[in-house]
């Protein structure tokens, strides 16, 4: 940095960005010790109206509609990068090139080969600091369960877990980037990254994948009338397009531990708008949650008598990772939702920028390309229908 203060910029202001936008305004707010004093000063998008009410609601000074222009800055420091997966190398590298900070959402690339790109690009910049956005990391329940995981529950026996959406369940539902790119790139790309480096955060490395199988309910949608938000509905023009990817993907896992894993992901699951759920079973115990509960997991251990044993419903509160200064009101049963992540992940970042070691750092960006050779793995077994196929780093 050039100066005492670290300036802030987003590109892309959907509906992730903004997520990424209100982070950043409230991360100085949470947490210790003090940041160096923080400023908002641009967002990025295509659609200039777009980023100029992200600037005006989130209290950053200027938008812009050339990403570029954030690359040229010199008031500008750290960067997210929110926009479609196949935008990212380009604009990673080109950020990292001109002396800034990145944290890159996920998926980190299209395919793995660009993401070896973006590590390399990362490594050749050590003094950088250069990260993938798996937020849910930051979720106190899924932090709080990893703890437990060895000295109370034992060793890691299987781990099954679920990602259901139902942004893709509508055939109105407009075409979108999300649709376009082959195989791998649909429901498995875009929440499937969420719950595989879930699976791998509390279980450890996963070694191989088999028994991929992906489908499509949906097999064209039409092209918006105009521009679309996330997944926002819109008014349809009368051309369609093929959907070139799966709306479901499901697979098994075994980990570098021996373990198993069953793991299925949906963006067309009627009734779960955004449903990340899972169980991992160790030796001596379990725990579950499900993110439409996220104030609470399940848990359960040999310490309770006989008679009176099964899982209990653990409320989160000041005690678990997070919680404590990282909302306004820490006290038990006072909830908070992903939105927070947001903002603990900002935190993160900052603070690794800051060089303050205080939260776990944020994701690497070497993190996000093992997550898309896991990825790259499912795709190979769901093509060679359900063959074993090894992760190699």
Request: hydrophobic share 45%; charged share 20%; glycine share 10%.
């Given at each position: 940095?050039?100066?005492?203060?670290?300036?802030?910029?987003?590109?892309?202001?959907?509906?992730?960005?903004?997520?990424?936008?209100?982070?950043?305004?409230?991360?100085?707010?949470?947490?210790?010790?003090?940041?160096?004093?923080?400023?908002?000063?641009?967002?990025?998008?295509?659609?200039?109206?777009?980023?100029?009410?992200?600037?005006?609601?989130?209290?950053?000074?200027?938008?812009?509609?050339?990403?570029?222009?954030?690359?040229?800055?010199?008031?500008?420091?750290?960067?997210?990068?929110?926009?479609?997966?196949?935008?990212?190398?380009?604009?990673?590298?080109?950020?990292?090139?001109?002396?800034?900070?990145?944290?890159?959402?996920?998926?980190?690339?299209?395919?793995?080969?660009?993401?070896?790109?973006?590590?390399?690009?990362?490594d050749a910049h050590p003094d950088l600091v250069a990260t993938t956005g798996f937020v849910y990391r930051r979720q106190p329940a899924i932090a709080a369960i990893r703890d437990r995981i060895g000295a109370e529950l034992?060793?890691?026996?299987?781990?099954?877990?679920?990602?259901?959406?139902?942004?893709?369940?509508?055939?109105?539902?407009?075409?979108?980037?999300?649709?376009?790119?082959?195989?791998?790139?649909?429901?498995?790309?875009?929440?499937?990254?969420?719950?595989?480096?879930?699976?791998?955060?509390?279980?450890?490395?996963?070694?191989?994948?088999?028994?991929?199988?992906?489908?499509?309910?949906?097999?064209?949608?039409?092209?918006?009338?105009?521009?679309?938000?996330?997944?926002?509905?819109?008014?349809?023009?009368?051309?369609?397009?093929?959907?070139?990817?799966?709306?479901?993907?499901?697979?098994?896992?075994?980990?570098?531990?021996?373990?198993?894993?069953?793991?299925?992901?949906?963006?067309?699951?009627?009734?779960?708008?955004?449903?990340?759920?899972?169980?991992?079973?160790?030796?001596?115990?379990?725990?579950?949650?499900?993110?439409?509960?996220?104030?609470?997991?399940?848990?359960?251990?040999?310490?309770?008598?006989?008679?009176?044993?099964?899982?209990?419903?653990?409320?989160?509160?000041?005690?678990?990772?997070?919680?404590?200064?990282?909302?306004?009101?820490?006290?038990?049963?006072?909830?908070?939702?992903?939105?927070?992540?947001?903002?603990?992940?900002?935190?993160?970042?900052?603070?690794?920028?800051?060089?303050?070691?205080?939260?776990?750092?944020?994701?690497?960006?070497?993190?996000?390309?093992?997550?898309?050779?896991?990825?790259?793995?499912?795709?190979?077994?769901?093509?060679?229908?359900?063959?074993?196929?090894?992760?190699?780093?």
């Amino acid at each position: 940095m050039s100066r005492n203060d670290i300036g802030l910029a987003v590109i892309g202001a959907g509906m992730a960005g903004r997520a990424h936008l209100a982070g950043y305004r409230n991360a100085p707010a949470v947490f210790d010790p003090p940041l160096p004093p923080v400023r908002l000063v641009a967002v990025s998008d295509l659609d200039e109206a777009l980023a100029a009410d992200g600037a005006r609601r989130y209290g950053y000074e200027r938008a812009e509609s050339d990403w570029r222009r954030i690359v040229e800055a010199d008031d500008i420091d750290v960067v997210s990068v929110v926009v479609a997966n196949h935008l990212h190398r380009e604009m990673v590298e080109a950020l990292l090139a001109a002396g800034k900070h990145v944290l890159c959402e996920k998926p980190l690339a299209p395919s793995v080969a660009d993401a070896e790109a973006m590590v390399a690009a990362a490594d050749a910049h050590p003094d950088l600091v250069a990260t993938t956005g798996f937020v849910y990391r930051r979720q106190p329940a899924i932090a709080a369960i990893r703890d437990r995981i060895g000295a109370e529950l034992g060793d890691v026996v299987h781990f099954s877990g679920q990602y259901w959406c139902d942004y893709g369940v509508d055939a109105s539902g407009p075409m979108s980037w999300r649709y376009r790119g082959g195989p791998g790139s649909g429901a498995l790309a875009d929440i499937g990254s969420h719950l595989t480096d879930t699976a791998e955060f509390l279980c450890g490395p996963i070694e191989s994948v088999s028994g991929a199988v992906f489908s499509t309910s949906i097999t064209e949608r039409f092209l918006p009338a105009g521009h679309v938000v996330g997944h926002g509905a819109a008014a349809l023009s009368e051309t369609a397009e093929p959907v070139e990817n799966e709306d479901v993907a499901t697979f098994t896992a075994r980990f570098a531990s021996g373990a198993a894993a069953t793991l299925s992901v949906s963006r067309a699951t009627f009734g779960h708008a955004n449903q990340l759920k899972f169980q991992v079973s160790g030796t001596r115990g379990a725990a579950s949650f499900d993110m439409e509960r996220p104030g609470e997991f399940g848990y359960v251990d040999g310490s309770s008598p006989a008679g009176t044993g099964g899982y209990r419903q653990v409320i989160v509160g000041p005690h678990h990772p997070y919680v404590t200064r990282g909302m306004a009101m820490d006290f038990p049963s006072v909830n908070f939702g992903s939105n927070d992540l947001f903002v603990f992940q900002a935190r993160a970042m900052l603070e690794q920028v800051a060089g303050l070691d205080t939260l776990p750092p944020v994701a690497p960006m070497r993190d996000g390309l093992r997550n898309l050779r896991i990825l790259a793995a499912v795709t190979e077994s769901a093509a060679a229908g359900g063959a074993a196929i090894r992760i190699d780093d």
